[in-house]
């Protein structure tokens, strides 16, 4: 079983090409057992289960393509299995017959951990043979897959036995597809990637179809969604563009897993390439300074975008991605805060327009954030100018008011002041006017009584 730890033990900085983030194979070639059909003595190694023969790569194995596959099948000590196939000349390779033996005997085999095959095109029946081996080798861990003939049935019937191992599926960490024909085909291999419960690593190169923006979109619905589990994501060799780029882009907002992204275009087809502003839509995903509160939930995961010596990847995203690299994302947030809202000429109106009672908060923020700073040498000079610059701004904050804040507090009293003697002459105005209202009434009614009095005469 393969720990969470494992997981993290380690992971490639935003520095490295994507060659040795993605190699070909994760094992050194000095650690195979080469077989070409020609070796019959490696072939009776493989039949006695030499406990000394762990990991085997084949290479065209001519007419024992039958005979290996019984052999593997029961085979309990061959760990890695990589097969390299193609036409040997007399065609046998391509012969249904001898690739359903070979599926025959391999769908026997339970102690095979890593899965290469590149080059044997996988009928639907054949799918169907190997079955057995997706579905009850427990110990099954990588997947990788070569082939251009596989139909969306074909990868649902994979999805279906991946299911099959219940409470297995978690072992798978690793699948690898390369030719993918049609965004059917993307939407039925990301399936599969959600029925590998723990999958952590993805690759899906080649995709003919991925210049289609349905294609992106299928990706990106991936990796927002829940069940998405992936560390890294592995998208060289495709025909995505800006448009794509920025949908991908988006899609990791609320991700809080993928550590490493691979996006890149075959550079055989102009119309399609990836320029620097495709590269950008990722800046506001991992460092959006719309506001504070935006920073602080941006992404702070994502450590790798293709590569920095990749021209057209920006500086501020490599720059940014360099400070997602920490551990502690508490302080990687609080580090772009910095960065982006305390450094050099910022808005101290921010800062003035405070409470006077949120103020010692934020000095208390900044306390406890000069304390992370300290092994963070970028991050400690912006600590230090921002917190200079918002004591020198309020200097009431260390108990000692500035005369322009005197100043400002006597004006506003004075205004206070006036403003309230206004208000009770308004008042006493009013009252007077309804004294006069009064007066004037017992006036009129006078005068009646005094008109009423010479008429009776």
């Known amino acids: 079983m393969i720990s969470d730890q494992e997981d993290d033990e380690s992971y490639v900085s935003s520095t490295s090409t994507h060659t040795s983030f993605f190699s070909v194979d994760s094992y050194g070639d000095e650690m195979f057992d080469y077989f070409d059909g020609s070796n019959d003595s490696l072939m009776m190694r493989i039949e006695n289960n030499d406990f000394r023969l762990t990991q085997l790569s084949v290479y065209n194995s001519g007419k024992d393509w039958a005979r290996l596959g019984r052999a593997v099948g029961q085979n309990y000590q061959i760990e890695v299995f990589r097969v390299f196939a193609g036409d040997d000349g007399e ?69 279906e036995a991946i299911k099959e191992r219940g409470k297995h599926a978690m072992t798978i960490r690793s699948f690898s597809y390369s030719d993918v024909a049609s965004p059917s085909h993307i939407s039925a291999i990301l399936d599969l990637a959600k029925a590998c419960t723990h999958l952590k690593s993805l690759r899906l190169s080649c995709l003919r179809s991925s210049s289609d923006i349905s294609s992106c979109e299928a990706v990106a619905s991936f990796l927002a969604s829940k069940k998405c589990t992936i560390r ?84 501020e995203l490599y720059d940014i991605l360099q400070m997602n690299r920490s551990v502690e994302k ?20 921010a800062i003035a327009g405070l409470d006077a009672k949120a103020l010692p908060d934020l000095l208390a923020w900044f306390n406890r954030l000069g304390h992370r700073m300290k092994y963070h040498q970028d991050g400690l000079q912006l600590y230090k100018s921002a917190f200079h610059r918002i004591i020198r701004h309020n200097p009431e904050l260390c108990s000692y008011p500035s005369p322009d804040k005197l100043i400002r507090l006597k004006l ?36 009646r009584e005094a008109e009423e009095l010479n008429s009776n005469k």
Request: proline letters at 1%; one cysteine or more.
């Open 330 to 349: 508490s302080t990687v947030a609080k580090l772009k805060v910095l960065r982006y809202h305390f450094s050099g000429n910022f808005n101290m109106s």
């Open 91 to 159: 065609g046998i390779v391509r012969s249904t017959e001898v690739v359903d033996a070979f599926c025959a005997g391999l769908a026997q085999n339970r102690s095979i951990t890593v899965f290469h095959s590149e080059g044997l095109e996988f009928t639907s029946g054949q799918i169907q043979i190997m079955r057995p081996f997706f579905s009850q080798n427990a110990r099954l861990t990588e997947i990788k897959l070569k082939c251009s003939e596989l139909e969306c049935g074909d990868i649902r019937f994979l999805t």
């Open 232 to 315: 890294k994501l592995n998208l060289i060799g495709n025909t995505i563009n800006d448009a794509g780029c920025r949908i991908i882009a988006e899609s990791l907002r609320n991700n809080s897993r993928l550590r490493q992204l691979c996006i890149d275009e075959s550079w055989l087809i102009e119309n399609h390439k990836i320029t620097g502003q495709g590269f950008a839509s990722f800046i506001p995903v991992v460092c959006d300074t719309s506001s504070i509160e935006s920073t602080l939930i941006s992404n702070h995961t994502l450590v790798y975008v293709n590569t920095n010596s990749d021209q057209r990847v920006p500086r």
């Open 412 to 447: 506003e009293s004075q205004v206070a002041t006036l403003n309230c003697d206004l208000r009770d002459a308004r008042e006493q105005v009013a009252t007077l006017n309804c004294e006069l209202r009064d007066a004037r009434k017992q006036i009129e009614a006078l005068k």
